[in-house]
């Protein structure tokens, strides 16, 4: 399936931000939008380095496109839908009635591929859209990882960093294996090495609680 053009990439990106909350003091700390952009650029990084193993499989232009849409409305009451996954699948659905019916139903599957129960993933698409959306768990610094798993932490309640360390070692544990089983099919060993050696790095680093303070700051 041929790219979609920039602009209309940029078109459809567009979209999807009135369906977010915009950073700031009302907005959820981490799933806002500042979430999504984010996930729009490591989902960008997945797909360039996704073409060494695969050449054109994953249809980056798609990519970016569920990427912008994977948590819309995540603020609101699911209103019936059975996940916020496919809440967002489904406003992204309605959203973009240009697409093709091929083209919204691997937006819809992509988005909703980031489950985190989900496993096997249904698509290479689903699998990038999945690690992108998990990002920061594998940022390159240890202060970006830090800083999104506090914004995380306020979500979860203000856990004590015991706590957030477990469970955040925990999900770590969980990625590493589905790295080998699913990351595997669409980045080259070298990528996939050096993605995990960020993984382990930002764990140990957090494990030794670096960067957090005797009183749970950090």
């Given at each position: 399936m041929s790219e979609l053009p920039r602009e209309q990439v940029e078109e459809y990106v567009g979209r999807a931000q009135q369906y977010y909350q915009m950073p700031g003091p009302e907005a959820l700390p981490y799933h806002n939008w500042g979430h999504a952009v984010d996930v729009y650029w490591h989902a960008d990084d997945l797909a360039c380095k996704s073409r060494r193993k695969l050449g054109s499989q994953v249809n980056r232009s798609l990519l970016l496109v569920a990427a912008a849409w994977h948590d819309a409305g995540y603020?609101?009451?699911?209103?019936?839908?059975?996940?916020?996954?496919?809440?967002?699948a489904a406003l992204a659905h309605s959203a973009m009635?240009?697409?093709?019916?091929?083209?919204?139903g691997i937006v819809a599957a992509s988005i909703i591929?980031?489950?985190?129960?989900?496993?096997p993933k249904l698509s290479n698409q689903g699998i990038a859209l999945h690690f992108a959306d998990i990002g920061y768990m594998a940022a390159p610094g240890y202060?970006?990882?830090?800083d999104s798993l506090g914004k995380m932490r306020e979500e979860w309640g203000a856990p004590s960093w015991n706590e957030t360390v477990a469970r955040t070692t925990a999900f770590a544990e969980q990625l590493l294996q589905e790295a080998q089983s699913d990351l595997a099919?669409?980045?080259?060993?070298?990528?996939?090495?050096v993605w995990v050696a960020r993984l382990e790095t930002n764990i140990a680093f957090l494990q030794a609680g670096r960067g957090i303070d005797e009183n749970n700051r950090y």
């Amino acid at each position: 399936m041929s790219e979609l053009p920039r602009e209309q990439v940029e078109e459809y990106v567009g979209r999807a931000q009135q369906y977010y909350q915009m950073p700031g003091p009302e907005a959820l700390p981490y799933h806002n939008w500042g979430h999504a952009v984010d996930v729009y650029w490591h989902a960008d990084d997945l797909a360039c380095k996704s073409r060494r193993k695969l050449g054109s499989q994953v249809n980056r232009s798609l990519l970016l496109v569920a990427a912008a849409w994977h948590d819309a409305g995540y603020h609101v009451p699911l209103e019936g839908f059975p996940t916020k996954e496919y809440r967002s699948a489904a406003l992204a659905h309605s959203a973009m009635p240009e697409l093709s019916g091929e083209e919204l139903g691997i937006v819809a599957a992509s988005i909703i591929d980031t489950t985190v129960s989900n496993h096997p993933k249904l698509s290479n698409q689903g699998i990038a859209l999945h690690f992108a959306d998990i990002g920061y768990m594998a940022a390159p610094g240890y202060e970006v990882f830090l800083d999104s798993l506090g914004k995380m932490r306020e979500e979860w309640g203000a856990p004590s960093w015991n706590e957030t360390v477990a469970r955040t070692t925990a999900f770590a544990e969980q990625l590493l294996q589905e790295a080998q089983s699913d990351l595997a099919r669409i980045l080259t060993a070298e990528d996939l090495e050096v993605w995990v050696a960020r993984l382990e790095t930002n764990i140990a680093f957090l494990q030794a609680g670096r960067g957090i303070d005797e009183n749970n700051r950090y």
